[in-house]
């Protein structure tokens, strides 16, 4: 069974400009998270949808951060601008339903510069 | 609210040494607790979970858990250290079946010592 994929697995971008991150979760999950996990410290969600509706977005940045899954599916993480403090890993997560085990991806690494 | 607390952001062992990461919770509901494991570049893997069945929980790569409501802990314990097994771990709490968003600890990176 195929996991989570996210893409891109790196990017460095310069302080202000935009950045988005994809992640496909596992076949037939509803939930899917973002979490953000900065250098140090253990993650934090940003983002929980179920299905394509938002469960929790109560931790997202919404001046500069938005996510979509318009179809249920696969999702977008946008940032813009960014600023340095984004500088994280960005990791998408999947369950069947809530309460279900949380799958994670690998992650997909930021630097702003 | 929940949280957790992880004593110790280092921990040494010996290779064939008892390995033991502490983690204690907070939580207003009966929580349901999890250790994950995070290889370096690599995302989380699930290690263990209790969910309110028995209090000593059994996971992957030798790695066992216990539930201790009185003393609001669940540290991760393996008999004997594996070069394997150095890793950055992570307890995490959440509120069960419908809200399992997950509170995460800070992380303790384990090194194991040949």
Redesign the interface.
Known sequence: EAG?AQSPRYKIIEKRQSVAFWCNPISGHA?L?WYQQIL??????LI?FQNNGVV?DSQLPKDRFSAERLKGVDSTLKIQPAKLEDSAVY?C?S?FR??????????SWLTVV | AQSVTQLGSHVSVSEGALVLLRCNYSSSVPPYLFWYVQYPNQGLQLLLKYTSAATLVKGINGFEAEFKKSETSFHLTKPSAHMSDAAEYFCAVSEGTGANNLFFGTGTRLTVIP
């Open positions: 989570v939930t998270y140090g410290q253990g993650p934090k969600l929980q929790d990791l997560a369950s809530v309460g279900n085990t949380i799958y994670f991806g690998e992650g």
